[in-house]
């Protein structure tokens, strides 16, 4: 007689569990996410590729090479993506090329910012396939720490890029799962 009451009373919780992790995810949705304001790279950045890629690039809201997304207490911005020297240890997968960028947080706020959640999700070419980041010892694993207000820190992100790809689009996660900041997106031309 327990296991028919313990069968009905599962299915009770298992439900309940279910609308409160909806309820706590609409909750933080509707709070709104900090949206970043576009700071354009100044004419001394360098910026790879086409007018028509740059255009491009803009229209689908992505940030060029060297523009910054700008939040209420922290900048991040990303450079061109150039052509990375990959430790001759690392099997480059084929058909691939190794490119890297590098990637500036600023904290403009008042507290600490823990830099260690910062994740970076990379995609090629125009299928958007997922470019695997390299870990070779000189690049991959990420910022460590945390970065004071009024300080900055960089980080190298190294990515396999399939060959023939005309662009690599990275997007920052700050926080990582912190729901806080709307992540950003740079298209860089290759």
């Known amino acids: 007689m327990s296991a028919s009451i313990t069968a009905p009373r599962r299915r009770v919780l298992a439900v309940a569990g ?4 909806v309820l706590a995810l609409g909750g933080l949705t509707a709070c709104g996410a900090d949206e970043p304001k576009t700071e354009k790279a ?3 950045a360098k910026g790879g590729g086409s007018g028509e890629e740059k255009e491009a690039a803009e229209e689908s809201g992505a940030l060029a090479p060297g523009d910054t997304a700008a939040y209420d207490d922290l900048k991040a911005t990303v450079t061109e993506a150039t052509p990375y020297a990959i430790d001759e240890m690392v099997d480059v997968p084929a058909g691939h090329k190794p490119y890297e960028v590098t990637v500036a947080l600023e904290n403009v706020g008042d507290e600490k910012f823990d830099a260690t959640m910062t994740l970076l999700l990379a995609r090629a070419g125009q ?13 991959g694993g ?9 300080k900055k820190g960089s980080q190298r992100f190294a990515f396999f890029v399939p060959e023939g790809a005309k662009n690599l689009d990275v997007e920052v996660v700050l926080q990582g799962f912190d729901f806080e900041k709307e992540p950003a997106t740079w298209s860089l031309p290759l």
């Open 42 to 44: 100044g004419s001394a």
């Open 142 to 150: 990420g910022f460590a720490g945390n970065i004071l207000p009024g």
């Open 127 to 139: 299928e958007g396939n997922e470019a695997e980041e390299i870990f070779d010892g000189e690049v």
């Open 18 to 21: 279910t609308i409160a992790a």
